[in-house]
């Protein structure tokens, strides 16, 4: 992984490709007190020390627990992603991407990865898909994005199942036989499905359905 070491603060430099990287810089703080400019300028650095060129740099102010759709920084990285704008997303930490939660954070990450964007953590650059373990730790997170949603699959129904227990139903309430006579019957006196629907109080496509519900 490693090739050779900078002689700016003995920063490790990444194998390089054929074409020079473009490096999106993301940082966020929680509040305006927190600065910004001592998390940008070792980033920065660090994208100088890995010969990248930094195409550009966004920052959010906002809290980590915050989703994409709430950040408008992180909502245009993902956008820019999508839309290959760049090779490398380099962060501070994973905490300063994202504090949503594993699952979202993986998302975040398995994300970047299927447009093809790599991305380091500044602060914990074990976190990186750059080196020679990338395929390992994609894999990593793939599992434990699998075992999280097999998780939340089991919480999902052990609560359906207490709710069951407690006399709780799912589902379309079941429609009285009654009801779909009187449907029938209205059909039979050459009423529109919309005058059905009138007089059973309910929409159009609901009293279709109930005039040619099987008796």
């Given at each position: 992984m490693?090739?050779?070491?900078?002689?700016?603060?003995?920063?490790?430099?990444?194998?390089?490709p054929?074409?020079?990287?473009?490096?999106?810089?993301?940082s966020?703080?929680?509040?305006?007190?927190?600065?910004?400019?001592?998390q940008?300028?070792?980033?920065?650095?660090?994208?100088?020390?890995?010969?990248?060129?930094?195409?550009?740099?966004?920052?959010?102010?906002?809290?980590?627990?915050?989703?994409?759709s709430?950040?408008?920084?992180l909502?245009?990285?993902?956008l820019?992603?999508?839309?290959?704008?760049?090779?490398?997303l380099?962060?501070w930490?994973?905490?300063?991407?994202?504090?949503?939660?594993?699952?979202?954070?993986?998302?975040?990450?398995?994300?970047?990865?299927?447009?093809?964007i790599d991305w380091?953590?500044?602060s914990?650059?074990?976190?990186?898909?750059?080196?020679v373990?990338?395929d390992?730790?994609?894999?990593?997170l793939?599992?434990?994005?699998?075992?999280?949603?097999?998780?939340?699959?089991?919480?999902?129904?052990?609560?359906?199942?207490?709710?069951?227990?407690?006399?709780?139903?799912?589902?379309?309430?079941?429609?009285?036989?009654?009801?779909i006579?009187?449907?029938?019957?209205?059909?039979?006196?050459?009423?529109?499905?919309?005058?059905?629907?009138?007089?059973?109080?309910?929409s159009?496509?609901?009293?279709f359905?109930?005039?040619?519900?099987?008796?």
């Open positions: 490693v090739t050779k070491m900078s002689t700016e603060k003995n920063t490790p430099k990444f194998d390089s054929s074409t020079v990287r473009k490096v999106l810089v993301y966020r703080v929680s509040t305006k007190d927190q600065q910004l400019e001592n940008l300028r070792q980033l920065r650095e660090y994208a100088t020390t890995q010969e990248w060129v930094v195409v550009e740099t966004i920052c959010d102010v906002a809290s980590g627990g915050k989703s994409a709430e950040r408008q920084g909502g245009r990285v993902l820019l992603a999508h839309q290959r704008k760049f090779d490398v380099l962060f930490s994973l905490d300063r991407l994202s504090r949503e939660g594993s699952r979202k954070t993986i998302a975040y990450l398995t994300t970047l990865e299927a447009h093809g380091h953590s500044y914990e650059p074990y976190l990186s898909t750059l080196g373990f990338k390992a730790l994609i894999a990593l793939s599992a434990l994005a699998k075992q999280e949603r097999a998780r939340i699959s089991e919480r999902t129904k052990a609560g359906m199942e207490r709710a069951r227990a407690n006399g709780k139903t799912f589902g379309r309430p079941r429609t009285s036989p009654g009801r006579v009187e449907a029938k019957q209205l059909r039979a006196e050459k009423l529109s499905f919309g005058e059905i629907g009138k007089r059973l109080g309910v159009r496509a609901r009293a359905q109930l005039a040619n519900s099987p008796q």
